[in-house]
């Protein structure tokens, strides 16, 4: 079972909620799909068991013996990489334009190092991750691989959670295809509805059960209520409300996840989410089986 917790923008509390439902699940697996701000191991203790070069671009390279300073791939490169036969590697997409029009064959696509990745061991099982390189681009195909990287840890009962990136980029959508489950974690702001709309439209081309939290409700019970209404409309459950509590700052700083605070609401909201989305995966996993 792979649920990815996702969110429209960065802030809503995505993180509170990836690592508290870490804590409920009993046997779990987590991958931070967040890569281009991966946080999720600063909340464990752990250990890297193994640690991998990602090689998710490619770059083009001059062989200077071979060149004979021609300026045709200047002219034919889109992205101005090139000046007077050198390459800018942080400007150079990998096109490979200048590969074809180079006379004297000078020019190759070598495989670029964009990320190192990371299996981590902790108290509460493994987590991949990955730190990308500065500059580094490819985050989507990063995602995928986190995800592949994990698999051989996954038992029958494991649930493997994704702690998605904010937005809707293809790192987004590396995150939730192939996900059982799309928790989209949203705030009663104006903007928060509109974030939890674009993310819905791009979950629907995914058969992936999507369910809404609100994060904060009671700081604006009159926009709760609209996203209600929406998720209505779109036959969505709103598995969860949270509270604000002033104790998730608390958690956040002291990098402990909410439900080691016994007495903060927001974890007790998020222990009856947890309830409400183990019954709704159920139900549909006997829909799935045709048993109801
Ligand atoms: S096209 Fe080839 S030969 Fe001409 S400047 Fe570029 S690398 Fe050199
Ligand atoms: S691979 Fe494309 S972007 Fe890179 S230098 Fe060549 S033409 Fe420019």
């Given amino acids: 079972m792979e ?18 439902l870490s804590e409920l699940a009993k046997k779990v697996i987590k991958v931070d799909c967040d890569v281009d701000a991966p946080n999720l191991y600063l909340f464990y203790k752990g250990m890297d068991i193994e640690k991998k070069n990602f090689y998710g671009g490619k770059k083009a390279k001059i062989n200077n013996s071979l060149c004979i300073h021609c300026e045709i791939c200047e002219e034919v490169c889109k992205f101005g990489a090139i000046k007077n036969s050198e390459i800018d590697s942080f400007t150079c997409e990998g096109c490979g334009a200048c590969v074809l029009v180079c006379p004297q064959h000078a020019i190759k696509l070598e495989d ?43 038992e029958d009962d494991t649930i493997t959670i994704l702690d ?15 996900a059982d489950v799309a928790l989209i974690v949203t705030e009663p702001t104006k903007s928060g509805l509109d974030d939890l709309k674009r993310i819905l439209e791009l979950s629907e081309h995914f058969d ?16 709760t209520a609209q996203i209600e209404g929406y998720a209505r409309e779109k036959n969505l459950f ?31 909201a998020i222990e009856e989410m947890w309830v409400r989305m183990n019954s709704l995966m159920v139900i549909k996993e006997l829909q799935n089986n045709k048993k109801i």
């Fill in 112 to 154: 670029e190092k964009t990320a190192d990745t990371f299996i981590t061991k902790t108290e509460k099982g493994i987590i991949s991750r990955a730190i990308m390189g500065i500059g580094s681009d490819g985050s989507g195909k990063l995602v995928t691989y986190l995800r592949k990287n994990v698999k051989r840890f996954v």
């Fill in 208 to 223: 992936t059960q999507v369910m809404v939290c609100v994060n904060k409700y009671d700081i604006n019970p009159g926009m």
């Fill in 3 to 20: 649920i990815a917790v996702l969110s429209g923008k960065g802030g809503t509390g995505k993180t509170t909620v990836v690592t508290a």
């Fill in 238 to 268: 709103v598995v969860g409300k949270i509270p604000f509590d002033k104790t998730v700052m608390e958690s956040v700083n002291t990098l402990k996840p909410i439900t080691d605070f016994k007495d903060s609401i927001a974890r007790k």
């Fill in 164 to 178: 998605g990136s904010p937005g809707i980029g293809c790192s987004v959508i590396a995150s939730i295809t192939g």
